[in-house]
C-alpha cells in the first residue's frame, strides 16, 4: 500500500525562502515597481516588511535607501502618483480630506501633495456633484429629503471629504435642478 502526500502537509515540507541580502532586496524592489504604481514610502514600507518576513544577510538593510534609488532611476515618481491618485479619487466622487488621507498613507511627502493642491480645490464643485449623482442626493434624490435623511446625506458627503458647506448647499437642491446652474464655489 502506498501512502500518498497530501498537498497541505507537502506546503509544510517546503523550506522557507532563503534571507534576503541587498541582491535580492533591489530585484525585489524592481519586480514590485514594475507591477505596481508606487511612491517611495509605499515601496520603502514593502521591503521592511520582506525584510522582516524573511530575514537579513550581509550588512545592515537600507529600504528606504533602494526606494530612492529606484526614484533616482524615474521608476518612482511620487509627483505623478498624486496627480493621478487625485484625479482617479475626484472621478469617484470623493473630496479634498479624502485625498488627503490617502497622501499621508501612501507616503506622499507634503511638497507633491502641495503641487497637486490646486487642482485638487479647482474641482472641488465637480467631485461634490459626482458624489451627490452616485448617491442620489440633492439634484438626482426622487424626493426631497427630510430633515433625518439631510443630516444623513450631509454626513455622507462629510466622510467622503467635502467641506460642509458645500454639502449643505447640495443637499438642499430640489431633485431634478440641472447641477449646471448651481454655482458651487
Do not use: C
Amino acid at each position: 500500500m502506498t501512502e500518498t502526500i497530501s498537498s497541505k502537509s507537502r506546503r509544510a515540507e517546503r523550506r522557507p525562502p532563503p534571507p534576503l541580502n541587498t541582491a535580492a532586496l533591489e530585484r525585489l524592489a524592481l519586480r514590485y515597481v514594475e507591477r505596481f504604481a508606487t511612491t517611495r514610502g509605499r515601496l520603502a514600507d514593502y521591503l521592511k516588511r520582506k525584510v522582516r518576513e524573511r530575514g537579513w544577510d550581509g550588512a545592515p538593510a537600507d529600504p528606504k535607501g533602494v526606494a530612492e534609488r529606484m526614484a533616482a532611476l524615474g521608476y518612482i515618481d511620487d509627483r505623478a502618483y498624486a496627480e493621478a491618485r487625485a484625479t482617479a479619487m475626484t472621478r469617484r466622487g470623493l473630496g479634498a480630506r479624502r485625498i488627503a488621507g490617502a497622501f499621508r498613507q501612501a507616503g506622499i511627502e507634503d511638497a507633491d501633495a502641495q503641487a497637486v493642491a490646486p487642482a485638487i480645490a479647482e474641482s472641488a464643485g465637480e467631485a461634490a456633484l459626482a458624489f451627490a449623482r452616485r448617491r442620489r442626493i440633492g439634484p438626482w434624490a426622487r424626493e426631497v429629503a427630510d430633515r433625518a435623511t439631510a443630516e444623513r446625506q450631509i454626513a455622507a458627503m462629510l466622510r467622503a471629504g467635502h467641506r460642509f458647506d458645500l454639502a449643505r448647499r447640495i443637499v438642499a437642491l430640489p431633485p431634478g435642478d440641472p447641477p449646471e446652474w448651481v454655482d458651487l464655489e
